[in-house]
């Protein structure tokens, strides 16, 4: 079965501090991926896709960057973060098995910005 | 753009009773998918039930059923026999070919001992 691991779990920074979050997922191939963001009391964000190695598409314009250096691991990256930025992060795969609309999601990680 | 709204910011429900969950959506697309995601208080997203646009008949999964109303845009959730597990927001969400979803506002729901 797949399982779709982050971490840290937790991760309090300084403003202008760099970040580096990281998403890896078991038992697929070649999965779509994506990193969600989701405010205090907040729907979901959607902030990369990835459809392969080194293919990232970004739906908002801010300081995040993505990167996808191996075919099941997403990495999401600031070279120096704001307060803005504080939130909770989630990544998920979809794209494979009989409904591969569907998207799973991992346990998310939590950003405080201080 | 495709847009989703839960009008219900928050709900509440007695144990073993039956509770019903809104949602709209706006798109001029055809082909497209539905789905409730329920975030409990650990936060990990959990697919409750996916719906097809093209299908007619309402998706089921044990407790959970849907109510889906494609030419009003509606897709309600109804949990039946709830339980204090169901107790977590849930989101309502949209999506069309290249598997972007939307998410709606979310509604908190609450079952009551």
């Known amino acids: 079965s797949q399982t779709i691991h982050q971490w840290p779990a937790t991760l309090v920074q300084p403003v202008g501090s760099p970040l580096s979050l990281e998403c890896t997922v078991e038992g697929t191939s070649n999965p779509n991926l994506y990193w969600y963001r989701q405010a205090a009391g907040r729907g979901l964000q959607l902030l990369f896709y990835?459809?392969?190695?080194?293919?990232i598409s970004s739906e908002v314009p801010q300081n995040l960057s993505a990167s996808r250096p191996q075919d099941r691991q997403f990495i999401l990256s600031s070279k120096k973060l704001l307060l803005s930025d504080s939130g909770f992060y989630l990544c998920a795969w979809g794209g494979q098995g009989t409904f591969s609309y569907e998207q799973y999601f991992g346990p998310g990680t939590r950003l405080t910005v201080t | 753009a495709q847009t989703v709204t839960q009008s219900q910011p928050e709900m509440s429900v007695q144990e073993a009773e039956t509770v019903t969950l809104s949602c709209t959506y706006d798109?001029?697309?055809?082909?497209?998918?539905l789905f409730w995601y329920k975030q409990p208080p650990s936060r990990q997203m959990i697919l409750v039930i996916r719906?097809?646009?093209?299908?007619?008949q309402n998706a089921t999964e044990n407790r959970f059923s849907v109510n889906f109303q494609k030419a009003a845009k509606s897709f309600s959730l109804k949990i039946s026999d709830s339980q204090l597990g169901d107790t977590a927001m849930y989101f309502c969400?949209?999506?069309?070919?290249?598997?972007?979803?939307?998410f709606g506002g979310g509604t908190r729901l609450m079952v009551k001992p």
């Open positions: 798109t001029s697309e055809s082909n497209y998918y």
């Open positions: 719906q097809e646009a093209y299908k007619q």
């Open positions: 990835s459809v392969g190695i080194g293919q």
């Open positions: 969400a949209f999506m069309t070919a290249g598997n972007m979803l939307t």
